[in-house]
């Protein structure tokens, strides 16, 4: 029973790049949230998703960042045009409902 | 907002202490999570309380929903303990800073 699942463990862009992160939530989890933490600081929320529904993206940047969890296949976030504030450690979470949490092991986004 | 604190920001302490994390929250919230994060990043849950105690191994985790405060307490630490724990409210998922433990053999 393989865990939350994020690819690219670490990913690095150049400046106005587009940065395409994808995390697959545990078995039978319809939940999944994405974290961002900068370097030295902790972690904050960015959006919440169900199957092919954003529930909550309070704590999404309102430009160049968007979220989706299709259908089918795992839940991407992707920074377009990315800067060097970017860079970050972007964790996913999933969850049958609201309850336990099971994260990701991170990717971590360089932006050169 | 939820303002989520937790004390100390900091903590060092020798192998066998008894430690003692703080969280206090601003907003009544209806549970609250306890993290774990390894100096590698990962991040594990530890915890999800709503009410009274919950014990796994030597990690106790307790929650006063009235006093919008908890406590995570590791009894008999130990070095590979060390780590940033971090609180976190449930309903909006706003985090502590964390509080980076170490501890020493």
């Known amino acids: 029973n393989a865990g939350v699942m994020q690819n690219p463990r670490h990913l690095v862009r150049r400046r106005g790049q587009e940065a395409r992160l994808r995390c697959s939530p545990m078995?039978?989890?319809?939940?999944v949230y994405w974290y961002r933490q900068l370097p030295e600081e902790g972690l904050k929320f960015m959006v919440y998703?169900?199957?092919?529904?954003?529930?909550?993206e309070s704590g999404m940047p309102k430009e160049r960042f968007s979220a989706e969890f299709p259908k089918e296949g795992p839940s991407i976030l992707r920074i377009q045009q990315v800067v060097r504030g970017d860079s970050a450690a972007y964790f996913c979470?999933?969850?049958?409902?609201?309850?336990?949490?099971?994260f990701g092991e991170g990717s971590r986004l360089t932006v050169l | 907002k939820n303002e989520v604190e937790q004390s100390p920001q900091n903590l060092t302490a020798q192998e066998g202490e008894f430690i003692t994390i703080n969280c206090s929250y601003s907003?009544?919230?209806?549970?609250l999570h306890w993290l774990q994060q390894h100096p590698g990043g990962g991040i594990v849950s530890l915890f999800m309380?709503?009410?009274g105690k919950k014990k796994h191994g030597r990690l106790i985790a307790t929650i006063n929903i009235q006093e919008k405060h908890s406590s995570l307490h590791i009894t008999a630490s130990h070095p590979r303990d060390s780590a940033v724990y971090i609180c976190?409210?449930?309903?909006?998922?706003?985090f502590g800073t964390g509080t980076r433990l170490q501890v020493f053999p």
């Open positions: 979470a999933s969850s049958k409902g609201p309850g336990e949490l099971f």
């Open positions: 078995k039978g989890h319809s939940h």
């Open positions: 998703l169900q199957k092919e529904n954003i529930i909550d």
């Open positions: 907003v009544g919230i209806s549970a």
């Open positions: 309380l709503s009410s």
């Open positions: 976190a409210d449930t309903d909006k998922l706003i």
